[in-house]
């Protein structure tokens, strides 16, 4: 006998689209089944009106031959010979009628009544069930949209406990009603082989018995098959008991788990940040007017560089979006708890979703962000996952404010951001590739916002004149007011963080010091990041709050020592600065370096461009000649001051620019 499918318990409480799908094969099979069943009833029913009718019509030959000795012929009686042979005809018919009528009563209850009785009995559970399955099923989802309704601030508790409770029940009533669902269609595959023979086998054997003592020969050559037919029955018949009480002692079992399992967001799991793949399900957000939305809840899984979404009933899922060098970030939505926001590389295509739970939640923008990185592309990708973010945690510690600065120095007008000493043995420098080692001491704080503080903002404002700002820079050198700079570009950018580096002498140490906070910042899901604009000038770097023209940081471009772009994403730029450290006692002070990691809007080489191009001027100022030879090549405004560069910043240099942005890195 071949293999018989089966729909799994344990898939029951998960309910994905797979065993949903897989549940609609079950289903149209279980559909086809019945009006297949129908059909052959009915047919059954013909024959053994037949039957019937032919007993009847037996009985009716039967007392017809016997009236042939009763009529009155006009020319005389009829033959004796005649009369008796019909007589026995009529003995014959007889007896045959009472074999027809026996015939007719062994189809009735070995052929009939069994198909009546899988019909009405097994058939109609099927459909029962099928309906109490439907129900539960939409009472869990009712429940579930209640609670994904749930705010996330100013929570009622009372209401809380009892969403909670409600998708409790419901997701139990569901499970229990799945399972019994399952297990009807599970036996309907064994019962369906025992109904389509079992009725044939009575069929056979009352004809079997019908033509027995004048077919003997016949029956001979029947039993075999017969014996086979009966044996096949009970074998069925034991495989069937045998299932029967495994799905009993199955389904025990997983009624007994804690109810905490049927609870959302009480995962007790700890959450898995080195994962490649991920399913389940997800609200995405929808727009279904200008300025209206919906929520829905779809099925999702990742399949390797994709995003894929599959609905309820559909056969297979389909693609929603390529995840390579997409950016995943948290986002508030609506008052809704666990949102976050995947974008395309382009920016162009972007979807809001919703997670179930806190652990969900981090675990879909870990793997999404993994998935993002191509780790799946590797030899072992589970182990570059797991690796990378050993490394990332051993590595990199974040610091969530960027007010902390150099302590004890006796000159912290000069204390960069991220200016964290770290001691470092000159003796150790090597010749060969740098590594991580080399240029960022493991363990060094990230930095990954510029706070200004309240009480220098309210100064500048009552004043009205400069301020220093809380890192140790004035803008003395960089005010627009002393600055007679030949260049003056600016560029909206967003920053991400900074460190403390070992060197800045090579563009490696850029790099490296971006692949740290990103990596702290996905780690930690630090998403949010604040707009500013980053003014380069002949002169120095200044960091602008679009808002209050406020500079929150400046560098003279004599102390940047390194600058680049990422090589794969050109949006991403940094620069080390070069300071000095007070911290062991010389007079001078040691030197430090510290890098910074920007994400713009438009390609980062324009700003590497533009830096390279202040400390070409920087230069040329010292030859007079070289100085003017550098201007005939360059426009200028009317009034020959500034060179003229396309402008990045559109409105939001006047102000309009968004508080906080979410980071695309």
């Given at each position: 006998?071949?293999?018989?499918?089966?729909?799994?318990?344990?898939?029951?409480?998960?309910d994905?689209?797979?065993?949903?799908?897989?549940?609609?094969?079950?289903?149209?099979?279980?559909?086809?089944?019945?009006?297949?069943?129908?059909?052959?009833l009915?047919?059954?029913?013909?024959?053994?009106g037949?039957?019937s009718?032919?007993?009847?019509?037996?009985?009716?030959?039967?007392?017809?031959?016997?009236e042939?000795e009763?009529?009155n012929?006009?020319?005389?009686?009829?033959?004796?010979?005649?009369?008796?042979?019909?007589q026995q005809?009529?003995?014959?018919?007889?007896?045959?009628?009472t074999?027809?009528?026996?015939l007719?009563?062994?189809?009735?209850?070995?052929?009939?009544?069994?198909?009546?009785?899988?019909?009405e009995?097994?058939l109609t559970e099927?459909?029962?069930?099928?309906e109490?399955?439907g129900?539960?099923?939409?009472?869990?989802e009712?429940?579930?949209?209640?609670?994904?309704?749930?705010p996330?601030?100013?929570?009622?508790e009372?209401?809380?406990?009892?969403?909670?409770?409600?998708?409790?029940?419901?997701?139990?009533?569901?499970?229990?009603?799945s399972?019994?669902?399952?297990?009807?269609?599970n036996?309907?595959?064994?019962r369906?082989?025992?109904?389509?023979?079992?009725?044939?086998?009575?069929?056979?054997?009352?004809?079997i018995?019908?033509?027995?003592?004048?077919?003997?020969?016949?029956?001979?050559?029947?039993d075999?098959?017969?014996?086979?037919?009966?044996?096949?029955?009970?074998?069925i018949?034991?495989?069937?008991d045998?299932?029967a009480e495994?799905?009993?002692?199955?389904q025990?079992?997983?009624?007994?788990?804690?109810?905490?399992?049927?609870?959302?967001?009480?995962?007790p799991?700890p959450?898995?940040r080195?994962?490649?793949?991920k399913a389940?399900?997800?609200?995405?957000?929808?727009?279904t007017?200008?300025v209206t939305?919906a929520?829905?809840?779809?099925?999702?899984?990742t399949?390797?560089g994709?995003?894929m979404?599959q609905?309820?009933?559909?056969?297979?899922?389909?693609?929603?979006?390529?995840l390579?060098?997409?950016?995943?970030?948290?986002?508030?939505?609506?008052?809704?708890?666990?949102?976050?926001q995947?974008?395309s590389p382009?920016?162009?295509?972007?979807m809001?979703?919703?997670?179930?739970?806190k652990?969900?939640?981090?675990?879909?923008?870990?793997t999404?962000?993994?998935?993002?990185?191509?780790?799946?592309?590797?030899?072992?990708?589970?182990?570059?996952?797991?690796?990378l973010?050993q490394t990332?945690?051993?590595?990199?510690?974040p610091i969530?404010?960027?007010?902390?600065r150099?302590?004890?120095?006796?000159?912290p007008?000069?204390?960069?951001?991220?200016g964290?000493?770290?001691?470092?043995s000159?003796s150790q420098?090597s010749?060969?590739?740098?590594v991580?080692e080399?240029?960022i001491?493991?363990g060094?704080?990230i930095q990954?916002?510029?706070?200004?503080?309240?009480?220098?903002?309210?100064?500048?404002?009552?004043?009205g004149?400069?301020?220093?700002n809380?890192?140790?820079e004035?803008?003395?050198?960089c005010?627009?007011e002393?600055?007679?700079?030949?260049l003056?570009?600016?560029?909206a950018?967003?920053f991400?963080?900074?460190?403390?580096?070992?060197?800045g002498?090579?563009q490696?140490?850029i790099?490296?010091?971006?692949?740290?906070?990103?990596?702290?910042?996905?780690?930690?899901?630090i998403?949010r990041?604040?707009?500013?604009?980053?003014?380069?000038?002949?002169?120095?770097?200044?960091?602008i709050?679009?808002?209050t023209?406020?500079?929150?940081?400046?560098f003279?471009?004599?102390?940047?020592?390194?600058f680049?772009?990422?090589q794969?994403?050109?949006?991403l730029?940094?620069f080390?600065?070069e300071g000095?450290?007070?911290?062991?006692g010389?007079?001078?002070g040691?030197?430090?370096f510290?890098?910074?990691?920007?994400?713009s809007?438009?390609?980062?080489?324009?700003?590497?461009y533009?830096i390279?191009?202040?400390?070409?001027?920087i230069?040329?100022?010292?030859?007079?000649?070289a100085?003017?030879?550098?201007?005939?090549n360059?426009?200028?405004?009317n009034?020959?001051?500034?060179?003229?560069?396309?402008?990045?910043?559109?409105?939001?240099?006047?102000?309009?620019?968004?508080?906080?942005?979410?980071?695309?890195a």
């Open positions: 006998m071949p293999g018989v499918h089966k729909l799994l318990l344990e898939e029951a409480l998960q994905s689209p797979q065993t949903r799908s897989l549940l609609s094969v079950f289903e149209e099979d279980a559909g086809t089944l019945t009006d297949y069943t129908n059909q052959l009915q047919s059954m029913q013909r024959v053994y037949a039957q009718e032919m007993g009847l019509a037996t009985e009716q030959l039967s007392r017809q031959l016997l042939y009763k009529q012929f006009a020319l005389g009686k009829g033959d004796e010979e005649v009369i008796s042979t019909l005809f009529a003995k014959t018919v007889g007896e045959l009628n074999l027809h009528s026996e007719a009563s062994q189809m009735a209850d070995r052929m009939i009544s069994p198909m009546i009785q899988f019909r009995k097994d099927i459909s029962t069930l099928r109490v399955f129900i539960a099923s939409d009472e869990h009712a429940a579930m949209v209640k609670y994904s309704r749930l996330k601030k100013k929570e009622n009372k209401v809380k406990a009892e969403l909670v409770g409600e998708v409790a029940y419901s997701r139990r009533k569901q499970h229990q009603a399972m019994q669902y399952y297990c009807a269609l036996a309907l595959q064994y369906k082989r025992v109904a389509m023979l079992e009725p044939m086998l009575g069929y056979t054997q009352a004809q018995h019908f033509y027995k003592k004048g077919m003997d020969l016949v029956s001979k050559k029947m075999s098959f017969l014996v086979s037919v009966s044996s096949m029955t009970q074998s018949q034991a495989q069937l045998s299932e495994a799905m009993r002692l199955t025990r079992e997983l009624l007994s788990m804690e109810d905490t399992v049927y609870m959302p967001d009480r995962d799991v959450v898995n080195t994962l490649i793949q389940g399900y997800l609200n995405i957000r929808n727009k007017g200008l939305t929520w829905d809840r779809l099925y999702f899984f399949q390797g994709n995003l979404c609905p309820r009933g559909a056969v297979a899922g389909g693609m929603v979006l390529d390579d060098n997409s950016s995943v970030m948290a986002v508030e939505c609506e008052d809704r708890r666990y949102c976050f995947i974008t382009s920016g162009k295509t972007s809001i979703l919703q997670a179930e739970s652990k969900e939640y981090e675990e879909w923008i870990c999404l962000n993994n998935i993002s990185r191509q780790i799946y592309l590797t030899d072992n990708p589970e182990a570059v996952a797991i690796r973010n990332a945690i051993q590595a990199v510690t969530t404010s960027f007010e902390r150099g302590e004890g120095s006796p000159n007008d000069r204390a960069k951001p991220g964290v000493k770290s001691s470092i000159k420098k010749s060969s590739a740098p991580a080399d240029l001491v493991p060094t704080p990954f916002d510029i706070m200004l503080p309240a009480s220098e903002f309210q100064d500048q404002n009552r004043v004149g400069r301020r220093t809380p890192f140790g004035t803008d003395d050198d005010s627009p002393s600055d007679d700079s030949l003056q570009q600016v560029f950018v967003r991400l963080g900074s460190m403390a580096v070992r060197s002498q090579t490696e140490v790099y490296e010091a971006m692949r740290q906070v990103l990596a702290a910042r996905a780690i930690h899901n998403f990041t604040t707009e500013s604009h980053l003014m380069v000038t002949s002169s120095c770097l200044r960091l709050d679009p808002r023209q406020v500079t929150r940081i400046s003279q471009l004599q102390e940047v020592t390194q680049a772009a990422h794969e994403n050109g949006r730029m940094g080390v600065v000095r450290d007070w911290s062991e010389t007079e001078e040691e030197p430090s510290s890098a910074f990691v920007f994400e809007n438009t390609e980062g080489e324009k700003i590497c533009t390279s191009l202040g400390k070409d001027i230069e040329a100022k010292k030859d007079p000649e100085l003017a030879q550098l201007m005939k360059m426009p200028l405004t009034d020959g001051k500034f060179l003229l560069l396309d402008s990045e910043t559109g409105d939001t240099a006047n102000g309009g620019a968004p508080d906080e942005e979410e980071s695309e």
